[in-house]
């Protein structure tokens, strides 16, 4: 019977579904590689974002915020956070489509992070300077870190909300340049903030 030639196939079917099984089962999962921002008030954590009430900010006030990239890369990431500030109507970051905002980032900070590592960019922005006129605001200086960012020149009407975006970029080394989004498993990822305030 062990030398019959219907038990040979029997025994050989088995045995590679066998072998399949658990190769299938030693194969290491692929792992969905990401990494992922939050910006924290000045206690570290979704709150305390203004330093009054509301979301109101004059000239002089500071706001202190935390910017949290935790890399899950599977390998060191070199990335950049990069602050744009924007009115109601100008664009802002496409999830869909993954794009950033096209507008140009008036601060950017650049660190190596490891992989499995959380690091923290603290942001001390400060209103140094804005105009009115007939209604409209427009920021004229911020100083971000102790950088002072002049000729902003950004209006909004009626003393409406800007909109504070902070952008994680990583370095490719394929184009050697930073890039807004990352592979992830069959998707692409991204990741950005966004905290709007008023200028009183």
């Not at 990239?69 to 869909?96: C, W």
């Not at 003393?159 to 807004?180: H, K």
């Not at 991204?190 to 305030?197: T, V, Y």
């Given at each position: 019977m062990l030398t019959s030639g219907l038990f040979l196939l029997v025994f050989g079917s088995c045995f590679s579904i066998l072998l399949t099984l658990a190769y299938a089962n030693l194969e290491p999962k692929p792992q969905d590689d990401f990494l992922t921002l939050s910006t924290l008030g000045k206690d570290m954590s979704a709150a305390n974002y203004y330093p009054g009430e509301g979301?109101?900010?004059?000239?002089?006030?500071?706001?202190?915020?935390?910017?949290?990239?935790?890399?899950?890369?599977?390998?060191?990431?070199?990335?950049?956070?990069?602050?744009?500030?924007?009115?109601?109507?100008?664009?802002?970051?496409?999830?869909?489509?993954?794009?950033?905002?096209?507008?140009?980032?008036?601060?950017?900070e650049k660190r190596m992070v490891a992989n499995e590592e959380t690091i923290t960019f603290p942001l001390a922005i400060t209103i140094k300077d804005f105009a009115t006129s007939s209604g409209s605001i427009a920021l004229r200086t911020v100083v971000v870190n102790g950088e002072e960012i002049t000729n902003l020149n950004i209006a909004n009407e009626q003393?409406?909300?800007?909109?504070?975006?902070?952008?994680?970029?990583?370095?490719?080394?394929?184009?050697?340049?930073?890039?807004?989004?990352?592979?992830s498993g069959p998707d692409t990822g991204?990741?950005?903030?966004?905290?709007?305030?008023q200028v009183k």
């Open positions: 979301a109101s900010v004059t000239k002089g006030d500071t706001l202190n915020w935390n910017a949290r990239v935790y890399n899950h890369m599977g390998e060191p990431e070199y990335i950049a956070i990069r602050l744009k500030i924007l009115n109601s109507t100008q664009f802002g970051p496409d999830d869909k489509l993954r794009l950033p905002s096209p507008s140009d980032p008036i601060y950017e003393g409406g909300d800007f909109r504070v975006i902070v952008e994680l970029w990583r370095y490719d080394v394929r184009v050697d340049n930073f890039v807004f989004t990352w592979p991204s990741a950005w903030n966004q905290i709007r305030i």
